[in-house]
Nanobody
Framework: QVRLVESGGGSVQAGGSLRLSCAAS???????MGWFRQLPGKEREGVAA????????YYADSVKGRFTLSRDNTENTVYLEMNSLTPGDTGTYYC?????????????????WGQGTQVTVSS
């Protein structure tokens, strides 16, 4: 059974860092794994994505230069390193996976989702 489990959320002051993890299990192939966030009062938005087979990464403009994706294929885990956090980054962060997509930022293209993890950045 395919499953995604996020961890690593928490509370941090502005300018701080957090690292989110998403562990995937049950896959027989290496999927595209994306991170999305839902900020208060807003729709879910794509933050970043990584092809776990090739390591190719994609980032939303709002996080470029601050967030970095990496993968550990031996552990079937992807990591989202978030630096220079601002209160505007506060929200629930979700990991998602799909075999392939040309629209990494589009939540509707993903077939599996994790339960979400809360990130709170205080000023």
């Amino acid at each position: 059974q395919v499953r995604l489990v996020e961890s690593g959320g928490g509370s941090v002051q502005a300018g701080g860092s957090l690292r989110l993890s998403c562990a995937a299990s049950g896959y027989s192939y290496r999927p595209l794994m994306g991170w999305f966030r839902q900020l208060p009062g807003k729709e879910r938005e794509g933050v970043a994505a990584i092809y776990t087979s090739s390591g190719g990464t994609y980032y939303a403009d709002s996080v470029k230069g601050r967030f970095t994706l990496s993968r550990d294929n031996t552990e079937n885990t992807v990591y989202l390193e978030m630096n220079s956090l601002t209160p505007g980054d506060t929200g629930t962060y979700y990991c998602a996976a799909v075999a392939y997509s040309t629209r990494w930022w589009d939540a509707s293209t993903y077939s599996r989702w994790g339960q979400g993890t809360q990130v709170t950045v205080s000023s």
